[in-house]
T-cell receptor
């Protein structure tokens, strides 16, 4: 079956620090990979995506590269802001067998202090 | 509004009560998903509609859970005889369809937080 494993949080950083949130996956078929962000009281928002190996997704200063050889999709940002405080979810959708059901990780809470 | 809306935002039910949770997808979005998100966990798939057709309900945890989308727009998730383990946030997401499958980007509603006492 499909699964996503994220590093446990909370991740606590000072403003302008470098961020890495690790994500690894197992999948049948050939997955597309995603990062979603959930701000307090809001629904999940798609942050970035990558649909094939070596693709780099990027948005709002966040980046993640689809690494098929290590089955990873780590999220990075060079300089975090207080406004980046949220919960981040890694997810995949594999196309094997006609399935389109996404699989989400448990989420990693990010807290950024001024 | 232009986004996915859900109501109520919060629901407290006594064990054994029936509840109904509503989702208004983005206009024109053919695809609609329901998810259950337990505290500290990621969303878990419950069921999927394409227009009014329920194409996949493999994630519904028991026969107490029932979902419908009779006119292919608004959807209702009903939970009968609620139990404490049903306490969670219920998320709805909608998307366009391309080639018969939902496109990658789903738009999520804010969720309904259900607490069963």
């Amino acid at each position: 079956g499909n699964s996503v494993t994220q590093m446990e949080g909370p991740v606590t950083l000072s403003e302008e620090a470098f961020l890495t949130i690790n994500c690894t996956y197992t999948a049948t078929g050939y997955p597309s990979l995603f990062w979603y962000v959930q701000y307090p009281g809001e629904g999940l928002q798609l942050l970035l995506k990558a649909t094939k190996a070596d693709d780099k997704g990027s948005n709002k200063g966040f980046e993640a590269t689809y690494r098929k050889e290590t089955t990873s999709f780590h999220l990075e940002k060079g300089s975090v802001q207080v406004s980046d405080s949220a919960v981040y979810f890694c997810a995949l959708r594999a196309w094997g067998g006609g399935s389109y059901i996404p699989t989400f990780g448990r989420g990693t809470s990010l807290i950024v202090h001024p | 509004g232009a986004g996915v809306s859900q109501s109520p935002r919060y629901k407290v039910a006594k064990r054994g009560q029936d509840v109904a949770l509503r989702c208004d997808p983005i206009s024109g979005h053919v695809s609609l998903f329901w998810y259950q998100q337990a505290l500290g966990q990621g969303p878990e798939f419950l069921t999927y509609f394409q227009n009014e057709a329920q194409l996949d309900k493999s994630g519904l945890p028991s026969d107490r859970f029932f979902a419908e989308r009779p006119e292919g727009s608004v959807s209702t998730l009903k939970i009968q005889r609620t139990q404490q383990e049903d306490s969670a946030v219920y998320l709805c997401a909608s998307s366009l369809v391309l080639g018969g499958a939902p496109v990658i980007e789903q738009f999520f509603g804010p969720g309904t937080r259900l607490t069963v006492l």
